[in-house]
């Protein structure tokens, strides 16, 4: 899969992303990542990105031009049939394990990244067919979202994740969250293993980590419980879980 990224910070993102398992992908040849400074399409001595918003008010935004060449670029360096082209912006869909699910289909994401005040409306009216959101806050710029897809879309490559990396992807642990993870020592500012974890009961450290999987979600994020499908044998773990806590 490629990704290219429309940034005014390249090293920002080529060197972010060389880390850990996006870092390998690239390497592998799983994943291409390209990188596209609208400031290379400029013709002006400054290499202007950026004017003044009409109507006034603090702050620059992004031109078109630069824009526009830079994803024009993007577009003829890869002969892909399948392409999306996607505007980081708070506007967006939120990003979500569903919508990172979906894009794994793509054979090229174009992920345009804003900085200043944001983009020249008529850009993204013209190239941009999706607007993608991480969340509900104030950042200076798109590029961080554009990491988070590259890492959550690559982690979902075959062959990216190595048989014992791949455990967050376990079907009965989607949408829930994370169980407690230990390693050595046993023993350590006198706070011991749970004995479950030391038994070598596969079966039983299987059980112990669903349902402690289920517990948290029940008592940090109910809302993830609201649309999942608990399985009978799930929804017991949960009631296990919930007495022992009173216990
Ligand atoms: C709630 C709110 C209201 C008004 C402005 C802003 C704001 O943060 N404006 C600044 C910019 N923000 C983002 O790009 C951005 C922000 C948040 C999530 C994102 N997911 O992807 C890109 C994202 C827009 C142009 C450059 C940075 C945020």
Redo the contacts with the bound molecule.
């Keep these: 899969m490629r990704f290219d990224v429309i940034t005014i910070f390249p090293e920002m993102m080529l060197d972010s992303a060389m880390y850990g398992v996006t870092g390998r992908a690239i390497k592998q040849g799983i994943v291409n990542l390209s990188v596209w400074n609208p400031r290379n399409y400029t013709s002006d001595r400054h290499k202007t990105v950026d004017d003044r918003p009409y109507g006034g008010g603090p702050g620059m935004v992004?031109k078109y031009q630069p824009l526009k060449d830079a994803i024009d670029n993007a577009k003829d360096s890869a002969d892909a049939r399948c392409v999306k082209v996607v505007y980081?912006?708070?506007?967006?869909r939120p990003?979500t394990q569903q919508l990172l699910n979906e894009s794994v289909a793509l054979d090229q994401l174009i992920l345009v990244?804003?900085?200043?005040?944001?983009?020249d409306e008529r850009f993204i009216e013209d190239e941009c067919e999706e607007e993608?959101?991480?969340?509900?806050?104030?950042?200076?710029?798109?590029e961080?979202?554009?990491l988070v897809v590259i890492d959550g879309v690559s982690r979902l490559l075959p062959g990216v994740l190595g048989d014992d990396e791949s455990a967050q992807q376990d079907s009965h642990m989607y949408g829930l969250l994370d169980c407690p993870h230990y390693t050595r020592p046993e023993v350590i500012e006198g706070k011991k293993v749970p004995d479950v974890l030391l038994s070598g009961n596969h079966k039983g450290i299987e059980r112990w980590r669903l349902q402690q999987s289920l517990g948290r979600t029940w008592q940090k994020r109910p809302d993830l419980l609201l649309n999942k499908e608990l399985t009978t044998e799930q929804q017991a773990l949960l009631e296990e879980f919930k007495i022992e806590l009173k216990n």
């Design positions: 992004m980081l912006s708070p506007q967006g990003i990244a804003g900085r200043y005040e944001g983009i993608w959101s991480l969340g509900d806050f104030v950042i200076s710029g798109g961080l979202a554009a």
